[in-house]
């Protein structure tokens, strides 16, 4: 993004001799020269070799399993130090991080850094860009920090991410532009009582698609318009920050302090709506990317996406924080509430309001337009076989656990490339396809929107076509698939292969 930034203004001598400096990050970046405060505030930098730590944070991950009970019920777990969710990493641009992951499980292991724009090594996909971490081995994953927001880490092996192995990675700017006293970061999950390797087996039984094809059952939440969400998998739970709805996590704030929440999609298969009680929610990050301030009342968070979101905590008392599992039962529930404050609010009763986020009314700060430059486009047609439960992309389905037959031919693309996405939702669900290792731009069907926001998950509606580009400006093999992890294992997933 940095070096789009740098194209994009044109790159100055100074900003030149920076990038040349920055041996070590690649993508040099900028001093924001002649810029409004607010681009500047927006726009900061780390000026290679000066700033760039020359020692990395270092922190140890043991990856193990526990048996937790966030439903009540006792079950198996795979956490990161013995924590539901894994501990917060929280570093600073221009850090470089170290983290040294300790397999102590009896089956193999990655970790991957969701929307971190790392060098592909570092990616944590197994059989793509690393060896699988055997039992009892370790792995070190090192790269600097030179973008900021907030982002998550997940294990990227089989459906380790569904038995808990996630955590929030919060990237702190060198100055902080937003206006807010208290920060909360909020991680949403979903969680399953039986084995997660259950559930595709189960979905392939006849019975389990006659069940599949009937109504939903009462209880369920619709999308904001009333109309039903498909599901393929309803989870036993929905957690916040690890806690259930019977005992919610609780976070304190004054009247008329601005809160600022950074709410992380970190469930398998799940997207939530969110609102908290009484509160009108500013929006002014998608994906730990700016974006123009936007207020709503509630937003949706397609399954892997963040937003973060600033309010004006309102009167004394406790205000439900609430997260509705699209096309499920249940909720993941939390209580802000103002100091010495007891009680949930009124968690029976949930006003949702009428402004809901959508999409369209994301935009970046500045122009966002890419640099001119060769394009290539690609149509990517998601497709689905419920009879065996396998899910593609353009036919093909990519090789795992349960597609062993699987093939997928890579995309290929070349450094400096605009490539172009048409991604074509020929199925019934909604779809959250992620992008590693790169930012995409989201654009409208009409195609040209010079502010489009920049993410690196998308919802993507049944039926609908959503075009999305991005600048091929790191190098390697890229995962691009479904965030919803069971599409992902039954095959929807494909890789960008850089070729020169
Ligand atoms: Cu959260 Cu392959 O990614
Ligand atoms: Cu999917």
Redesign the pocket.
């Known amino acids: 993004m940095d070096s789009r930034e740098s194209t994009k203004r044109g790159l100055s001598r100074r900003e030149a001799l920076g990038s040349a400096a920055a041996g070590l990050v690649g993508l040099a970046s900028a001093a924001c020269v002649g810029s409004s405060p607010d681009e500047r505030a927006e726009a900061t930098r780390v000026e290679p070799g000066s700033q760039w730590a020359t020692r990395p944070v270092e922190v140890r991950f043991r990856i193990g399993e526990s048996e937790v009970a966030p439903n009540g019920r006792p079950a198996r777990a795979v956490l990161v130090d013995g924590q539901l969710p894994g501990p917060e990493i929280r570093v600073r641009e221009g850090d470089i991080l170290r983290v040294t992951v300790d397999n102590t499980l009896s089956e193999p292991t990655t970790v991957?850094w969701?929307g971190l724009l790392v060098p592909n090594p570092m990616d944590g996909?197994p059989g793509l860009t690393q060896k699988p971490i055997a039992p009892g081995q370790s792995y070190v994953y090192e790269y600097p920090l030179h973008q900021t927001g907030t982002y998550w880490y997940?294990s990227?092996y089989e459906l380790q991410e569904q038995q808990g192995l996630h955590g929030a990675f919060i990237v702190e700017p060198r100055s902080e532009p937003g206006r807010y006293e208290r920060e909360y970061v909020l991680v949403l999950s979903d969680w399953l009582d039986q084995s997660p390797y259950d559930v595709i087996p189960e979905l392939r039984k006849p019975a389990a698609q006659r069940a599949a094809e009937e109504q939903p059952p009462p209880g369920v939440h619709p999308l904001p318009d009333g109309s039903p969400f498909a599901v393929d998998v309803a989870q036993d739970a929905y957690l916040l920050n690890g806690k259930s709805a019977a005992d919610p996590w609780r976070a304190v704030a004054k009247p008329g302090e601005r809160v600022r929440l950074r709410i992380i999609n970190a469930a398998a298969s799940s997207f939530f709506r969110f609102m908290v009680d009484g509160h009108a929610l500013t929006v002014t990050h998608a994906d730990g990317q700016p974006v123009k301030p936007v207020e709503v009342d509630n937003l949706v968070l397609a399954t892997?996406e963040r937003y973060d979101v600033v309010l004006e905590m309102a009167e004394a008392g406790a205000h439900a924080i609430r997260a509705i599992p699209l096309g499920k039962p249940g909720e993941a529930r939390g209580v802000l509430h103002s100091p010495g404050a007891a009680g949930a609010g009124s968690p029976g009763r949930a006003r949702w309001g009428p402004r809901v986020l959508q999409y369209a009314m994301l935009h970046y700060p500045r122009e966002s337009a890419l640099p001119e430059g060769p394009s290539k486009t690609f149509r990517l047609a998601l497709g689905g076989d419920m009879r065996r439960y396998l899910w593609s992309i353009n036919g093909q389905y990519y090789p795992t656990r349960y597609v062993p037959d699987g093939k997928a031919d890579p995309l290929e693309i070349q450094e400096g490339d605009r490539v172009r996405i048409d991604i074509v939702n020929g199925t019934k669900m909604y779809h959250p396809m992620?992008l590693?290792g790169h930012f995409f731009r989201v654009l409208p069907e009409s195609g040209a929107s010079p502010t489009a926001p920049l993410k690196d998950t998308i919802g993507v509606a049944p039926g609908a076509t959503q075009r999305l580009e991005f600048l091929a400006d790191n190098p390697g093999h890229w995962?691009f698939?479904c965030?919803n992890l069971y599409h992902l294992e039954a095959g929807m997933a494909r890789v960008w292969e850089y070729v020169v």
């Open positions: 991957h969701h996909v997940h990227h892997a992620h590693h995962f698939h965030h």
